[in-house]
């Protein structure tokens, strides 16, 4: 070979050498392949490698979904007084009568601590018509620490050119027991809307988003998934019409009443709750179910108010077939107690009975039950199934007001007085609720009063809009006489209201604190 083929020949071994590897990876590859058809399965050693999954198509279904529902999630701040005592801020109202003693028989506050503080907090809402109708918390337009309505709500919509400062709002209703509530907004414009969906079909590990206002972080969007559902995290009586969805998606301080809402954009859920130690996002947090948003949101805008139905009776709710065993059946709920007078008593249910079936659908726990009674409308008759002694009966109940007899029920099971001795007398014409005095209260009154005979009954309730309101009638003042004549007990004030008459004038004399004591202011008006 010449020199000028010489040159030709170092870029031939290449080729030669690149070929043949070629040609040996190939029957490499190729027996391998064999192996593995042989074999029947994979060898671990040569598996094949995992693909990354791609983020996009996730981001793209967060974003559309975040975009949709943002304009009509709103955030809400509200102003309230709070009244300063030695005893601290007013307490919560627990259906206890200390609670309203304690509101009335305080000292002044100390040197230099003003009588009122006024506080400011802030929530979400969405709104669920384009007339400006908004779901939210509760707690989120309630004192905290005196259980009534704030003196200010200001809603503030995403996006909004026309009024950024936002609007002023008003309740049309709420529901302590599921810690709900309904505003309005005059917008004088239709607003966007959310559509809530169904809270049943959600699935554990489903993606789920929580959208509000943390912090008063406007529009403030997280992911996470639904962890669990029916929680019960809520131990009180109130707490059986609360079972929780579970969300790892961060919820705040101000997300209260902002909805959590899955990828299809429907709202599943009211951000409500967080389990924490540190008063922050630990990572459980908890939702009403959009089913019973619902439900309440539709009472609320229909009447005003939610009414739920009941019969009566207490019991355990808990799944417990040795229990059942021992009353002689396998499902079903066992009464610890009847309230007397109620329903359930004036229909001849007993406690050991075991509540089996309502108008032929089997009830198998305690949550079926109150589901099936409080959904029932006041009045209607339920025909029961119960086994008593082993043997079946038929009961049939007629559905009283559940505020009417839970009420009843804590009055008798208060500081063991017979329950006369501390029954309330509520609503009427005047529009307000009182009890009696205790012995040691009276006593004080007619000292610092300089009664001759004892008198008064303590105002624990004025209902929004009534007359007594109207008149300027507070919770904790003491009424002492309708009409000029003195009352000294609830079937006094019972007796007197009940002669009063649409168009009739009504004087009321009143005894309300004032720092170390007592002051008298008489109130007029004609009854509408």
Known sequence: MDWNGRRYLPPILIALTLGVGVVIGSVISHG???????????????AGLLPA??????????????????PAVVNISTESTIHISRRGPHGRDNGQLGDFFDRFFQFEPPEGLPPDVKTQSLGSGMIL????YILTNYHVIVQDYEDRPVDRIRVEVYGDDQNPKGYVGRVVGKDRDTDLAVIKIDAGRPLPFAQIGDSDSVRVGDWVLAIGSPFGLYSTVTAGIISAKGRDVDKTQEGQFKRFLQTDAAINPGNSGGPLVNLGGQVIGINTAIATRRGTYDGVDFAIPSNTARKVYNSIISSGMV???????????????????MFGTDHGVVIDNVEPGSPADRAGFQRGDVITSVDGKPVRGGDELVDIVSDAPIGRNLKMAVVRDGKPL?????????????????????SGEPKQA????TGGILGMSVHGLTKDQTQELTSQLHLTTPQGVLVTEVEAGGF????GVQPGDVILGINRKPLASTDDFSRLQGQLKSGSDVLLLIARRSQRTFITVYLADRLP
């Open 32 to 46: 391998v392949g064999a192996a593995k058809a042989s074999g029947g399965g994979t060898d671990p050693a040569h």
């Open 129 to 132: 018509d384009k007339a400006g």
């Open 468 to 471: 007594a309101s109207d008149l």
């Open 307 to 325: 009414r739920r139905g009941a019969i009566g009776v207490s019991f355990r709710n808990e799944n417990n077939p040795v229990k059942l065993r």
């Open 394 to 414: 038929t009961k049939e109940v007629e559905v009283g007001d559940r505020s009417q007899i839970v009420r009843q029920m804590s009055g008798a099971l208060e």
């Open 53 to 70: 999954p791609s983020p996009a198509e996730l981001s793209t279904s967060f974003a559309k979904v975040a975009e949709a529902l943002e």
């Open 422 to 425: 501390r029954e309330p007398e």
